[in-house]
């Protein structure tokens, strides 16, 4: 443990914290093996990659490898308090649908409940706040408003064709 924020040493540099929550999100798995202890998963095929995230998490790196036309797939993973660490830690970088995931794992760790796969079964848990990116925003019910109305369109298009 480092003497800065509590986190592995290796996680101390905000700018690998920002790289692995970005590999996470899109190449990453959140889980929890065997039901009950916090689990981190990447895998593809670009073993410098899954070489970065493997250090940067505390793990090693396997080779998955599968019949042609296939490639060969690296892996690194962790479980346990370690992987609770690296989740706690990529969190806030996280988008909604991770950041939920991420702290239902967290929660159901915590608590020693299983948490169940389906969402609409899933609970909504204290997590970080969820902002809209602005581009997704909705407009004002003025803006909205005052824009032209939709053309009609003919119900059967290739009717005179």
């Known amino acids: 443990m480092s003497a800065g924020n509590g986190l592995r040493p290796e996680l101390d540099n905000r700018l690998d914290v920002v790289w692995l929550a970005g590999l ?16 981190v998963r990447v895998g593809m095929t ?13 793990s090693r790196v396997r080779l998955s490898l599968k019949p042609a036309p296939y490639q060969a ?16 830690a990529v969190l806030p970088f996280m988008g909604s ?17 299983v948490v169940t796969p389906k969402r609409e079964n899933v609970v909504s848990m204290p997590g970080p706040k969820v902002v809209r990116p602005p581009a997704l925003r909705s407009r004002p019910v003025a803006e909205v408003q005052a824009l032209p109305a939709p053309t009609a369109v003919p119900a059967d298009p290739w009717a005179g064709v």
């Open 46 to 58: 670009d073993r410098d990659v899954v070489g970065r995230a493997a250090t940067l998490i505390g």
């Open 97 to 113: 649908r991770r950041s939920g995931r991420i702290a239902s794992i967290l929660g159901a760790a915590n608590l020693g409940t």
């Open 73 to 88: 797939t690296w892996h690194a993973e962790i479980t346990g308090a370690k992987a609770a660490e690296v989740m706690r």
């Open 24 to 39: 996470l999100e899109g190449e990453g798995t959140f889980d929890l093996h065997r039901g009950k202890y916090p689990r």
